[in-house]
């Protein structure tokens, strides 16, 4: 039974280091347990190109998420979040057949379950990310013009026996309750780090029953921002400015000011009572200066050595 359990979501504008500080992870994972990292790598601006060396070393096992819908990425994700890998690590192209005079999509990819074996050897898993997966999901549900109920919606679109339709609004909460049960499903599986990423947004959210702009963690339509940093320990926004040798980044861990009037990015860490006075004196301007030496696992590294200390 895993009983140490660290869940991160990581957020910001495109290249800030969200995809980057999976490699730290890994690291902290393969030097403190000897354990691998998988890489679900949605996002094909990057894939898991930080991470390569550690790919070449067998340390991170990377899979390329299909977010086609010929792929069903609804069917992948729910797989994924149980724990199944694809044989070989690679989902493989859907047989295109003609049935009816409408084309279909045969999967073929055998999916192997999580056994003792991947306890023993696989420590984190990286989700990057939560916003291309939402998108993913809305785009399959229009390719498919997916109806619920009474639900009304134009007729799809057909050409040489291809369709295409259109969202409708319970499309979206769909998409909530998805990204939302990936990520309880994913930390439950029995690991040590479940990390999870997502581009920065200001959206509308009604969760609360009044409709109100919210900052954080962009999925789509009227983002679930005050939710998703409920469903994790550790929320980090992370900003940038500079390039090349001058860039600096920063992992915000309290909530601060944004550039809207009275609204503040969210952002949090799951730290012991005792542990938190040590840790702000640590980092007083509210941030961690993410190096290229360490990134994230900085964190871990001083949260590691204050329950060390705290056990002595």
């Known amino acids: 039974m895993q009983t140490r359990k660290t869940s991160f979501m990581i957020y910001g504008k495109s290249d800030t280091g969200k995809s980057t500080q999976a490699r730290y992870i890994a690291e902290y994972i393969w030097r403190t347990q000897k354990k691998k990292t998988r890489y679900i790598a949605l996002d094909r601006g990057s894939l898991w190109s930080p991470c390569q060396d550690l790919v070449d070393e067998g340390i991170v096992i990377p899979l390329e998420f299909q977010t086609a819908s010929e792929y069903n990425p609804m069917a992948i994700m729910r797989k994924l979040r149980r724990g199944e890998f694809p044989e070989g690590g690679k989902i493989n192209m859907p047989e295109r057949v003609l049935a009816n005079g409408k084309v279909q999509y045969k999967p073929m990819t055998k999916w192997m379950p999580w056994t003792e074996e991947e306890t023993k050897t696989i420590g984190a898993i990286v989700v990057d990310s939560i916003t291309s997966f939402a998108t993913s999901f ?28 259109t969202n409708t609004q319970s499309h979206y909460g769909d998409a909530h309750l998805e990204v939302l049960d990936m990520m309880n499903a994913i930390q439950a599986l029995p690991i040590e780090i479940a990390y999870f990423t997502a581009l920065e947004d200001t959206g509308t959210d009604d969760s609360s029953g009044s409709k109100k702009i919210a900052l954080g963690p962009a999925t789509v339509g009227k983002a679930i921002v005050s939710v998703i940093p409920q469903r994790v320990q550790n929320v980090f926004h992370l900003t940038s400015e500079g390039v090349g040798p001058s860039k600096k980044v920063n992992a915000w861990y309290g909530s601060h000011p944004s550039d809207i009037a009275s609204l503040q990015w969210p952002a949090k860490v799951g730290l012991l009572p005792g542990e938190l006075p040590e840790f702000w004196k640590a980092y007083s301007k509210g941030f961690i200066p993410l190096t290229l030496e360490k990134g994230i696992a900085e964190f871990l590294e001083f949260r590691d050595k204050m329950r060390e200390k705290g056990s002595k």
């Open 138 to 165: 809305m785009s399959d549900a229009k390719q498919k013009n997916v109806r619920s109920g009474n639900e009304a919606g134009s007729q799809p679109r057909e050409e040489e026996g291809e369709t295409t339709g």
